[in-house]
T-cell receptor, first 115, second 114 residues
Framework: AQSVTQLGSHVSVSEGALVLLRCNYS??????LFWYVQYPNQGLQLLLK??????LVKGINGFEAEFKKSETSFHLTKPSAHMSDAAEYFCAVSDRGGGADGLTFGKGTHLIIQP | KAGVTQTPRYLIKTRGQQVTLSCSPI?????VSWYQQTPGQGLQFLFEYFSETQRNKGNFPGRFSGRQFSNSRSEMNVSTLELGDSALYLCASSLLQAGAETQYFGPGTRLLVL
């Protein structure tokens, strides 16, 4: 069984500051890992994904995440926050077995950007 | 390429009614997955269809069902609606089976059950 834990349901940072959103996963098989962003009244937009090609993954809008197997983590970072980054962020895991078990999501982290 | 589209975007029903939601995947995508999003339970996997066959199902009662057509479009149906079914229902499509490919999400259908 897979699970995802996102530490902090709300994270507040100042505009221009570092963004760090934490995600820890549990999986019985090597995982695929994803970060999605959701703006109000919209669906989920893929930010980036890890599929074992490289442990440091770069995504859209200046976001990146690093896969650390020893820590079972996949934290999302952005060097400098922008007001437009305010949204809900979801970390998700999927197994590699090819089985269609869907994505398992964390509870989400609401990112607040202070001017 | 057009993204995933879902219709309708908003829906109001009363308890006991049934509802059908529609999803058109990205052109060429053969897998369609459905998720329910609520404030309390978050995002939960409902089921996934690949080439008109349901490949897996999440932990939801039998009132929740779906199907996929030969053109990969999918519908989900909820019968005997309950207040707790009020949620945002998201559809996602991917090229292959959901476990191996990135899923691209539609804007969702917001269902309110009164």
């Amino acid at each position: 069984a897979q699970s995802v834990t996102q530490l902090g349901s709300h994270v507040s940072v100042s505009e221009g500051a570092l963004v760090l959103l934490r995600c820890n996963y549990s999986s019985s098989v090597p995982p695929y890992l994803f970060w999605y962003v959701q703006y109000p009244n919209q669906g989920l937009q893929l930010l980036l994904k890890y599929t074992s090609a490289a442990t440091l993954v770069k995504g859209i809008n200046g976001f990146e995440a690093e896969f650390k197997k020893s820590e079972t983590s996949f934290h999302l970072t952005k060097p400098s926050a922008h007001m437009s980054d305010a949204a809900e962020y979801f970390c998700a895991v999927s197994d590699r077995g090819g089985g269609a078990d869907g994505l398992t999501f964390g509870k989400g982290t609401h990112l607040i950007i202070q001017p | 390429k057009a993204g995933v589209t879902q219709t309708p975007r908003y829906l109001i029903k009363t308890r006991g009614q049934q509802v059908t939601l529609s999803c058109s995947p990205i052109s060429g995508h053969r897998s369609v997955s459905w998720y329910q999003q609520t404030p309390g339970q978050g995002l939960q996997f409902l089921f996934e269809y690949f080439s008109e066959t349901q490949r897996n199902k999440g932990n939801f009662p039998g009132r929740f069902s779906g199907r996929q057509f030969s053109n990969s479009r999918s519908e989900m149906n909820v019968s005997t609606l309950e207040l707790g079914d009020s949620a945002l229902y998201l559809c996602a499509s991917s090229l292959l089976q959901a476990g191996a490919e990135t899923q691209y999400f539609g804007p969702g259908t917001r269902l309110l059950v009164l």
